[in-house]
């Protein structure tokens, strides 16, 4: 993969051990420092006893002198070399510690260069396997940029060689070589833009401005000290005047939080580049913090195709992946952006990418059980007469609220006709939500468990849910409102399904013919 114009550079001497880069002595510090900004705000404000300059000197002190000496030492005691099938690395002053990483058991290589990292020409090699925890398994940081490109070219040139062999041992057909890198996606600023001002996250963002300013009003910049006549203002405004300035008030969040999520995309998703390469795929993105990932495709657990309201009538969608293993992607909850904008009609061809026998049609969905409407009805009901009943007490006009009852039976019908789900060849296709419309894609021999759930409220209108549980740690796909009997047959479907996937596959690992047969699969009525 290309990268912002570093150097070319031969990949490293296999069993060769470096250092890494002497930048590294600055960034180890900031990052030191950050951790101990608080004891050190703390630390200066009780040893300064009311003299600022006192306060000031202890807390610098505390940043600076301790940090730089943890960086001195991670700098000197860091090695790490790469082998024809190992990344070993070894650190550790007080205690000493040598980690090996075998390299057919890496799942993702990902270069990262915050803003002051790319003026420095630096950058950060994270290495994952499917066993890492919080943090990934080794963090580089930081190398040379061309040093971090040769290092992560390394580590791909051998994990796949290493791969090879071991396919080769167990007599799977496989054609490695040099693959081309084949452009799928590239966004350009107006498409992010786009795709900010149609996400869901404008109302998020107002909601923590919303916080910011109850925060705020706590302390002396509240706005009582620059307008002193607010209060009296405020008190002034006849009702319809306050409904107006409250109106505004939330419009003008509404907005800001939307201006937040058309700037956040463009910035953070600025020049997104989507490649594959043989049977991986290379992201590149973002403005001032910049990534680069290599994603196999064999990790890849689901898709989930997400239409916001407001993308839907646009005919657009993002595409997310659910990965196996790799600590970003349980913090994001198991799932990454694979696209975060593209037209419908294009979609097909980007699931197809990763999963090539898949083909749907939308109308080939099956609806849940129409007693899920009932359900939902009673719900938003007693939503509306709890809410109305409390506020009448205050004031006894509440009680019109009760005049959306129709409202609720159509947003109740709208869930409905949202949620479907159909078994198509090799996957199973799930899909639910209303305000962010949401379809997953499993394939069968992805499926790790099958749950079938019922509240005591789903049980009385005889209904239950539907659980796919896969290797990402994730969110689970879940199928809601199916009914009873249906639900049953369809996890017995699923679980056939996924038998005679799991028998096919270790059918073709353990044959050199370049075709098994096929097993028949159950009828996906069950």
């Given amino acids: 993969m290309p990268s912002d114009g570093a150097a070319s550079q031969e990949l490293p001497a296999e069993g060769e051990e470096r250092r890494l880069h002497p930048f590294t002595l600055l960034f180890s510090t900031i990052g030191v420092a950050r951790r101990l900004i608080l004891p050190a705000v703390f630390g200066g404000l009780s040893a300064a006893d009311g003299d600022a ?190 409904v107006v300035l409250v109106i505004g008030f939330i419009v003008a969040l509404i907005v800001i939080g939307w201006l937040f999520s058309i700037v956040g995309s463009v910035v953070g998703y600025y020049d997104f580049t989507l490649t594959r390469s043989g049977e991986e795929l290379q992201k590149r993105y973002g403005l001032l913090s910049r990534r680069e990932a290599n994603v196999p495709l064999r990790r890849v657990q689901s898709i989930r195709i997400e239409e916001s309201l407001l993308r839907r009538p646009l005919k657009l969608a993002s595409l997310k992946i659910e990965t196996a293993g790799g600590p970003a992607q349980r913090q994001r909850g198991g799932a990454e952006a694979f696209v975060p904008i593209a037209q419908s009609n294009r979609v097909p061809g980007l699931v197809q990418e990763l999963f090539p026998s898949f083909v749907f049609e939308a109308r080939g969905l099956r609806p849940v059980h129409p007693r899920s409407i009932r359900r939902a009805m009673t719900r938003y009901a007693a939503m509306l007469i709890v809410l109305a009943g409390g506020l009448a007490f205050v004031d006894p006009r509440a009680l019109l609220l009760l005049l959306a009852m129709p409202l609720a039976w159509l947003v109740a019908r709208w869930q409905y006709r949202m949620r479907g789900y159909a078994l198509a060849a090799e996957h199973v296709v799930l899909r639910s939500g209303v305000l962010n419309r949401v379809t997953w894609i499993v394939p069968d021999d992805k499926i790790q468990t099958l749950h079938v759930t019922a509240t005591p409220f789903q049980r009385r209108h005889g209904l239950a849910s539907v659980v796919v549980d896969t290797a990402s740690g994730g969110a689970q796909p879940t199928l809601v409102d199916v009914g009873t009997s249906d639900a049953e047959s369809l996890l017995e479907a699923m679980a056939a399904r996924a038998r005679t996937a799991r028998a096919q596959q270790r059918v073709r690992r353990t044959t050199t013919l370049p075709n098994s047969s096929i097993l028949p699969i159950p009828d996906p009525a069950g």
């Fill in 53 to 242: 300059g006192r306060a000031v000197l202890v807390v610098v002190g505390v940043l600076t002198i301790p940090s730089f000496v943890i960086a001195v030492a991670h700098y000197l005691s860091f090695r790490y070399r790469v082998t024809s099938d190992e990344l070993t690395y070894r650190s550790g002053v007080l205690r000493k510690q040598q980690r090996v990483i075998l390299l057919a058991r890496v799942q993702n290589i990902e270069v990262r260069q915050s803003l002051m990292q790319r003026l420095a020409g630096v950058a950060e090699v994270r290495v994952e396997t499917a066993g890492s925890g919080a943090e990934p398994e080794a963090g580089l940081s930081v190398l040379a940029r061309a040093d971090a490109d040769a290092l992560r070219d390394a580590l791909l040139t051998r994990r796949a060689g290493t791969r090879a062999a071991g396919a080769s041992a167990e007599g799977e057909v496989n054609e490695l070589g040099a693959a081309e890198s084949r452009p799928l996606v590239h966004l350009t600023p107006p498409e992010l833009a786009i795709a900010g001002a149609t996400a869901n996250e404008a109302g998020i963002i107002a909601a923590a401005l919303v916080g910011l300013l109850q925060f705020a009003d706590d302390l002396p910049l509240s706005l009582e000290r620059y307008l002193p006549d607010a209060e009296a203002f405020f008190a002034n405004q006849s009702v319809t005047g306050a």
